[in-house]
């Protein structure tokens, strides 16, 4: 199991999203995050917790998360959102090395050059979004179509396989039960090289949602901290993308 926590304090917050979790900022609000993670699962442990954004004092917030580990509380500790080149200065400057990061990561932004660089400090990258959201057409892209078709698969199977023989970890997000049926069954067929090639050639390398190099979208994130820290309530809380 997994949890994604922003802040204890905060009200309004789905405590269990199963196979990942998130920490927000600062070593002691990070401690606190995890145990009432805890509280609330009504575990003694957690399978993965991951640190959610690349902003404020993830260092503190690491260390926590490294505590925590040790302590055999959490079985696996990542981060969440960072690029490469924050990756590495993570992987190389802390004690304990992330071992999931998770990334947008769907056919038009295939995380190409990001992949070589988790893979060669042996993190594991895991795709939020494996579906884009459906965004820029995928779900009735006619390549995904045409490979669906050949296999007597949806375009979501095709997806989920393509990441899958990438390598890379896959948790899509549905409330339907015959979907969730759907997503598991993707181990009855394999996507050609061919197949794998034709995807390849959908690649955009541009988020589909927004990036978080951008000096904007950083503004907005700490915005919504100071306005969480404020309000206390991130129940009706809008995203800016």
């Given at each position: 199991?997994?949890?994604r926590c922003?802040?204890?304090?905060?009200?309004?917050?789905n405590?269990?999203?199963v196979?990942?979790?998130g920490c927000?900022?600062f070593y002691?609000?990070?401690?606190?995050s995890?145990?009432?993670?805890?509280?609330?699962?009504?575990?003694d442990?957690?399978?993965?917790?991951l640190?959610h954004?690349?902003?404020?004092?993830?260092?503190?917030?690491?260390?926590?998360?490294?505590?925590?580990?040790?302590k055999g509380?959490?079985?696996?500790i990542g981060?969440?959102n960072?690029?490469?080149d924050?990756?590495?200065e993570?992987a190389?400057?802390?004690?304990?090395?992330?071992?999931?990061?998770?990334?947008?990561?769907?056919?038009?932004?295939?995380?190409?050059?990001?992949k070589?660089?988790?893979d060669?400090?042996?993190?594991?990258l895991?795709?939020?979004?494996?579906?884009?959201?459906?965004?820029?057409?995928?779900?009735?892209?006619?390549?995904?179509?045409?490979?669906?078709?050949?296999h007597g698969?949806t375009?979501?199977?095709?997806?989920?396989?393509?990441?899958?023989?990438r390598?890379?970890?896959?948790?899509?997000k549905?409330?339907?039960k015959?979907?969730?049926?759907?997503?598991?069954?993707?181990?009855?067929?394999?996507l050609t090289?061919?197949?794998?090639?034709?995807?390849?050639?959908l690649?955009?390398a541009?988020?589909s949602?927004f990036?978080?190099q951008?000096?904007a979208?950083?503004e907005?994130?700490?915005k919504m901290v100071?306005?969480?820290?404020?309000?206390q309530?991130?129940?009706?809380?809008?995203?800016a993308w």
């Open positions: 199991m997994g949890e922003w802040n204890p304090s905060y009200k309004g917050e405590p269990a999203h196979g990942r979790g927000w900022i002691e609000a990070c401690k606190k995890v145990e009432e993670s805890l509280k609330k699962l009504k575990t442990y957690i399978d993965l917790m640190l954004q690349p902003f404020g004092d993830a260092y503190g917030a690491w260390r926590a998360l490294e505590e925590f580990y040790e509380i959490l079985k696996a981060i969440s960072f690029y490469a924050r990756m590495v993570f190389s400057f802390n004690r304990i090395k992330p071992m999931v990061n998770q990334v947008e990561c769907h056919p038009l932004n295939q995380q190409i050059e990001a070589k660089w988790n060669k400090y042996g993190i594991q895991e795709a939020w979004a494996p579906f884009g959201e459906g965004r820029g057409g995928l779900f009735e892209n006619p390549v995904l179509k045409e490979i669906a078709a050949a698969k375009t979501a199977q095709v997806m989920l396989r393509w990441h899958l023989q390598g890379i970890v896959v948790i899509p549905s409330t339907h015959e979907r969730m049926a759907e997503n598991l069954n993707v181990f009855d067929f394999t090289a061919e197949e794998m090639a034709k995807i390849t050639a690649d955009t541009t988020s949602f990036s978080h951008d000096p979208m950083v907005w994130f700490v100071e306005e969480r820290k404020e309000q309530d991130s129940s009706n809380e809008k995203k």
